[in-house]
């Protein structure tokens, strides 16, 4: 069993950035791809950004491009979400998802067997 704790949420003013962590109760965790998801209210789950076990691979949604950062620390059993020049629309829950994986990232939601509970982010104008 894998457990995922998110932390780093929080409120923000527009323009800010902020880093979001995921930490994992997992042996090997480097043998783990990880995705940041993101849900804001009556939305659909949606991918942030994603990397592979070893970091080599990293995935962006096209419309973060450019202002978000992911990376890991397998030493730490973590990965981060960095954010920068933050707004409104980037309010939402931010989830950390994780899947037994040598290879590769995966960018949708039924790709991830394990889920943290989510951190509020909440980006005012």
């Known amino acids: 069993q894998v457990q995922l704790v998110e932390s780093g949420g929080g409120l923000v003013q527009a323009g800010d950035s902020q880093t979001l962590s995921c930490a994992a109760s997992?042996?090997?965790?480097?043998?783990?791809?990880v995705g940041w998801f993101r849900q804001a209210p009556g939305k659909d789950r949606e991918i942030v950004a994603a990397?592979?076990?070893?970091?080599?691979?990293?995935y962006y949604q096209d419309s973060m491009r450019g202002r978000v950062t992911i990376s890991r620390d397998n030493a730490k059993n973590s990965v981060y979400l960095q954010m920068d020049t933050l707004d409104p629309g980037d309010t939402a829950v931010y989830y950390c998802a994780a899947r037994r994986s040598f290879l590769g990232y995966y960018t949708a939601v039924s790709d991830y067997d394990y889920w943290g509970h989510g951190t509020q982010v909440t980006v005012s104008s």
């Open positions: 990397i592979s076990g070893n970091g080599d691979l990293k």
């Open positions: 997992v042996r090997a965790f480097g043998t783990y791809a």
